[in-house]
Nanobody, 127 residues
Framework: QVQLVESGGGLVQAGDSLRLSCAAS????????MGWFRQAPGKEREFVAA????????YYAESVKGQFTISRDNAKNTVYLQMNSLKPEDTAVYYC????????????????????WGQGTQVTVSS
């Protein structure tokens, strides 16, 4: 069982940066692949980024490549999402998720791959 708690969201202006954190409970955090998803009002939850258990592999949605960076610190049981040059269209609730798979695969882009989810943190970007 893994419990995930996101933090770091808030209200920012376009062009600003934010770093989201996701703290995980449990001693097996290092075995899980981790992902970030987001859901804007009236839209489906969409994949943002994922990182393998070791941090050696990362995946990004095309819409955030070069703008967002996912990283993890297994010693701190934490995964991060650094978001730069934020745009109003980045406004959403951001969720972190953990996958028992450990590695990254084509299915890592889909929320069905993930076994545990946090409650989400709101990111609002004003124009």
């Amino acid at each position: 069982q893994v419990q995930l708690v996101e933090s770091g969201g808030g209200l920012v202006q376009a062009g600003d940066s934010l770093r989201l954190s996701c703290a995980a409970s449990g001693r097996t955090f290092g075995n899980y692949a981790m992902g970030w998803f987001r859901q804007a009002p009236g839209k489906e939850r969409e994949f943002v980024a994922a990182i393998s258990w070791s941090g050696g592999s990362t995946y990004y949605a095309e819409s955030v490549k070069g703008q967002f960076t996912i990283s993890r610190d297994n010693a701190k049981n934490t995964v991060y999402l650094q978001m730069n040059s934020l745009k109003p269209e980045d406004t959403a609730v951001y969720y972190c998720a953990a996958s028992r798979s450990g590695g990254l695969y084509s299915r890592s882009y889909y929320f069905e791959e993930y076994d545990y989810w946090g409650q989400g943190t709101q990111v609002t970007v004003s124009s």
